[in-house]
């Protein structure tokens, strides 16, 4: 048995039963996403010299760095440390919109 569920942002909830087991997992094309950001970043939209636009991160990779630290969402979005961590890992380089150090 395997079910898909789609969410919105071109989500999708994986929930499967292999012998006996339950297997979940979330997909989603950041393709769009990475190209939104590179435009962005090309046409200069970096934010003001007093707010940055550091990057739209897809929610896949959020969902990941939670899962790699063993932290839930709400431990993530309360702190501003994993959030600078995320942004300035050169893994999501493709994310990000203004590139300095966050």
């Known amino acids: 048995m395997r079910a898909v569920v789609e969410q919105a942002g071109g989500l999708k909830s994986i929930v499967a039963l292999e012998d006996g087991a339950l ?3 979330t997909i989603q094309d950041c ?3 990475a190209e939104r950001a590179k435009a962005m970043h090309n046409e200069g939209f970096h934010g003001s010299a007093d ?8 929610s896949v990779m959020i969902e990941k760095y939670c899962n790699d630290n063993g932290i839930t969402l709400h431990e993530f979005s309360a702190s501003q ?3 600078k ?4 890992d050169p893994a ?5 919109i203004w590139k300095g150090r966050v």
């Open 31 to 33: 393709t769009p996403i």
């Open 92 to 96: 999501i380089a493709h994310f990000r």
């Open 51 to 58: 707010w940055k636009y550091a990057g739209a991160v897809p």
């Open 81 to 83: 440390d994993h959030k």
């Open 85 to 88: 961590r995320l942004l300035n």
């Open 23 to 25: 297997i979940t997992g």
